[in-house]
């Protein structure tokens, strides 16, 4: 079946400093993936999202560029802000008659002054 | 426009009542899922429905669990004998019609259920 694997949090970053977020998968099918962010007391909402190979998303500063050869849809930043602390969640959905969407288990980041 | 809206936001009951959780999608987004957010946890996915097919209830952990979907629009997921292992962010999301795998999930708010 579909997985998605992220790497586990929390991540606790200074101000500035460079983000990477790893996201691997495993996909029965071709997939769009994406990466949805969490602000606390919020609901989620799509960050970004990526639907064929070498494609890169980029929203906010955030980039995830889809590497099917790596299976990978790592999320970067060059310079985070306190305002980024989230929890942020890889996803991926594969096309055809089923749209289920599967989700990683999200990694929390913190980001301090 | 209106987003996807769910009700109530937070519910407190106690251990073996029934609750039931309403989630009004996007008008005209054919596609509609729930998940479970446990505290610390990811998504969970329980249940899909995709327009008049018959929804997917793999993800639904036990048979306490059941949704319908009316109309194609609002959806309700019903608990009973609720349990404190059900304690969880129930989220919905929708997404718009014309299905394609690159369109994004809108999400509502959520429901806190709080089993006492």
């Known amino acids: 079946g579909d997985s998605v694997t992220q790497m586990e949090g929390p991540v606790t970053l200074s101000e500035e400093a460079f983000l990477t977020i790893n996201c691997t998968y495993t996909?029965?099918?071709?997939?769009?993936l994406f990466w949805y962010v969490q602000y606390p007391g919020e609901g989620l909402q799509l960050l970004l999202k990526?639907?064929?190979?070498?494609d890169k998303g980029s929203n906010k500063g955030f980039e995830a560029t889809y590497r099917k050869e790596t299976t990978s849809f790592h999320l970067e930043k060059g310079s985070v802000q306190v305002s980024d602390s989230a929890v942020y969640f890889c996803?991926?959905?594969?096309?055809?008659?089923?749209?289920?969407?599967?989700f990683g288990t999200g990694t929390k980041l913190q980001v301090i002054p | 426009g209106a987003g996807v809206s769910q009700s109530p936001s937070n519910k407190v009951t106690e251990k073996g009542k029934d609750v039931e959780l309403r989630c009004d999608p996007i008008?005209?987004?054919?596609?509609l899922y729930w998940y479970r957010q446990s505290l610390g946890q990811g998504l969970e996915f329980l249940i899909y429905?995709?327009?008049?097919?018959?929804?997917?209830k793999s993800g639904l952990p036990s048979d306490r669990f059941s949704a319908e979907r009316t109309g194609g629009s609002v959806s309700t997921l019903t608990i009973q004998r609720t349990q404190q292992e059900d304690s969880a962010v129930y989220l919905c999301?929708?997404?718009?019609?014309?299905?394609?795998?690159?369109?994004?999930?809108?999400f509502g708010p959520g429901t806190r259920l709080t089993v006492l």
């Open positions: 990526a639907t064929k190979a070498d």
């Open positions: 008008s005209g987004h054919t596609a």
């Open positions: 429905f995709q327009g008049n097919s018959a929804p997917d």
């Open positions: 999301a929708s997404i718009p019609t014309g299905v394609r795998s690159y369109n994004e999930q809108f």
């Open positions: 996909a029965t099918g071709y997939p769009s």
């Open positions: 996803a991926l959905r594969v096309s055809g008659g089923y749209q289920k969407v599967t």
